[in-house]
């Protein structure tokens, strides 16, 4: 104790020492290669240091993005290596560089920011809500899936992960103008983010990607050894795509199963089904966390599912340009503006973030007991123009 930790910009050529602290804290062993294979998303990123003289003891990267979200994209920050040396826990550096993250994208004009969390507990406090979840699925493919839904029947072809991204990225992009939650992927992100020729974090021990590509859909999945394929992206226009991806998937020679650790939680597999007990929900977790920098820029950039008008008392005690009374007009011209009026609902900018995506709902969360519904019907109403037609989802590592 008893030194001075300074907040600053990381320098590119720390990046080697980010992957280094990352690999500290996340308990991972850096290899030779590690530094320049792992640092990519660094490199692209604004970088924040807490440096205690010479060494750099905790850090925070911001990599700028653009986020889907209902009817829009919207400038984010994707918010990653997180970490501190145990050396430095528990005094405040985390707060320091989550701060400081906070103004530079407020100063960049990026009205959002979304993170994965390693532990849910830590992001609360800095006004992050938890937006999406994920179901994972496992699928019995040592017998033919037997699908109550009719697949789609125009040709498969396996196309080279190394041009994948021309042939596969305009559909994914279709797909995240119809569901929101991901991000937009530029060729690097395909190449280093999606289909890496390994992939230690979700598929250890698996092959390279396989990208399986139909007129209206894509999968990429590897398999391994163990009679397994595991999906780790896939995007279909229609059921009938959807189906018939599945279909192909579960009917790989030499495999037994399927897995999908990330699926959107409205996934139509388990419901397309014969047998219920082929298609297994192995998991239902939180996801992506999402936090509203600028509350009312969010709120006006997003399109609505219906025209209302709400008075929303916003409490954040981290950027107080978002503190107070906003009236906000739903509708075809969405408009937030400071008013003096009488709230309808009073909630913490954190729990306007987890239904801003249209994942969670403001009712659910007035009987939680957190946010208080002060005009009768209102939680409802919010929810009404909130609703997506699509549960949102993110499939993007970062
Ligand atoms: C999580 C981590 C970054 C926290 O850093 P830190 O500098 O110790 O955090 P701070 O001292 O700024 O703590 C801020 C607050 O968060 C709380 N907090 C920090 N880590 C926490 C954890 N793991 N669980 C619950 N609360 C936590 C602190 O108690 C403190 O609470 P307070 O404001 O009520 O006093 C650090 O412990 C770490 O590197 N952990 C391993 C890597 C990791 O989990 N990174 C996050 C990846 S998403």
Redesign the pocket.
Known sequence: MGTVIEIREIPEADVGRMVDLAGM??HVRVEEGDHERDGWRVRRAGRIGAYDGGTLA?QVAAIPMRLAVPGAFLDCSAVTY???LPT?????????MMERMHADAAAAGRPVAV?????G??YG?YGYGLATRAISLEVDSSRPLRLRTVPDERPLRLVDPASAAEVVGPIHNRALAARPGGLVRDDEWWKRGILPPADPETAPGFTEPRVVVHPAGYAVYRTNEEETVRVTDLVAETPAVEAALWRYLASIDLTRRVQAPNRPVDDLLPHMAADPDQVVVKKDAGALWLRLLDVPGALVSRSWATGDTFVLEVRDDRVPANEGRWRLATGTAPACDRTAGEPDLTLSAADLAAVYLGGMRVTTLVRVGVVTEHTPGAAARLDAALAVPLAPYMNDDF
């Open positions: 804290v996340f905790g997180v970490g501190v430095h826990r528990r005094r405040g550096v985390l707060t320091s993170l994965w969390a390693s532990q507990a830590i406090r």
